[in-house]
């Protein structure tokens, strides 16, 4: 079952200018910098109070997210929304038809796992499923 929204996932050129203009302008902070070299990309999650973004840049001149910028140049990249039950959810969307990126979910910290539904199963737009627990 839904939880509530999580984030928004943003692609950027330059985290560190990205946040100190969130920071200087909206009083965001940052509260979750990972780094996934194998992906080709690293990623900070800024919140304030009860909006959180996640910023992603590309590392290297391979990967998706690299791929991104020089078709976009920049901008959305996902919404995030929070769910009880990943699998369930996974199982449920499935015998409705939806197609997901990745058929299982990935492990992104020790606390959450995620999947995205593939844009062609939802108008475009690419979502990502997340289910935090906590330590």
């Given at each position: 079952?839904?939880?509530?929204?999580?984030?928004?996932?943003?692609?950027?050129?330059?985290?560190?200018?990205?946040?100190?203009?969130?920071?200087?302008?909206?009083?965001?902070?940052?509260?979750?910098?990972?780094?996934?070299?194998?992906?080709?990309?690293r990623s900070t999650l800024i919140s304030k109070e009860e909006v959180t973004l996640e910023l992603i840049e590309?590392?290297?001149?391979?990967?998706?997210?690299?791929?991104?910028?020089?078709k976009h140049g920049g901008g959305l990249h996902h919404i995030s929304i929070q769910v009880d039950d990943l699998e369930g959810e996974i199982k449920r969307l499935k015998a409705q038809g939806v197609k997901f990126v990745n058929e299982e979910p990935s492990r992104v910290?020790?606390?959450?796992?995620i999947v995205f539904v593939h844009p062609r199963s939802t108008t475009g737009l690419l979502i990502e499923l997340i289910q935090r627990t906590t330590p």
């Open positions: 079952m839904i939880k509530k929204f999580d984030h928004v996932g943003l692609v950027v050129r330059n985290i560190e200018e990205v946040v100190s203009l969130f920071s200087n302008l909206f009083g965001f902070k940052i509260t979750e910098p990972r780094t996934f070299p194998e992906e080709g990309f590309p590392i290297g001149s391979e990967g998706i997210i690299q791929k991104f910028v020089e910290s020790e606390t959450s796992k």
